[in-house]
């Protein structure tokens, strides 16, 4: 099964930007939908962010969509999580996804990943 390592988070102010990195390693990368979600205490994971195993099509949360983008280099294994204007409530652990199965799933939900990093804190300060 794949292993992923998020690094990147860290304190930032309000209108700010940080970029996210997912290193994976120990499986097929290429072929799989990957993702970001993130986790704020007391609430539910919170999907922000999908890319399909090409890259061809990315999908967002309602709360990120035009803030954050999503990309990926399939030559280093790796997805970015651009975030810009961030906002208070956008402070989390943010985790990165692998899809549950090459090629079928889209990567455009939660649902189709069952893979998941050890999350990287990021805190946005107003």
């Known amino acids: 099964q794949v292993q992923l390592v998020e690094s990147g988070g860290g304190l930032v102010q309000a209108g700010g930007s940080l970029r996210l990195s997912c290193a994976a390693s120990?499986?097929?990368?290429?072929?799989?939908?990957m993702g970001w979600s993130r986790q704020a205490p007391g609430k539910e994971r919170e999907f922000v962010a999908g890319?399909?195993?090409?890259?061809?099509?990315?999908y967002y949360g309602d709360s990120v969509k035009g803030r954050f983008t999503i990309s990926r280099d399939n030559a280093k294994n790796t997805v970015v999580l651009q975030m810009n204007s961030l906002k208070p409530e956008d402070t989390a652990v943010y985790y990165c996804a692998a899809a549950r199965a090459p090629i079928y799933y889209s990567g455009r939900s939660l649902g189709d990943f069952d893979s998941w990093g050890q999350g990287t804190q990021v805190t946005v300060s107003s």
């Open positions: 120990g499986g097929t990368f290429s072929g799989y939908a």
């Open positions: 890319i399909t195993w090409s890259g061809s099509s990315t």
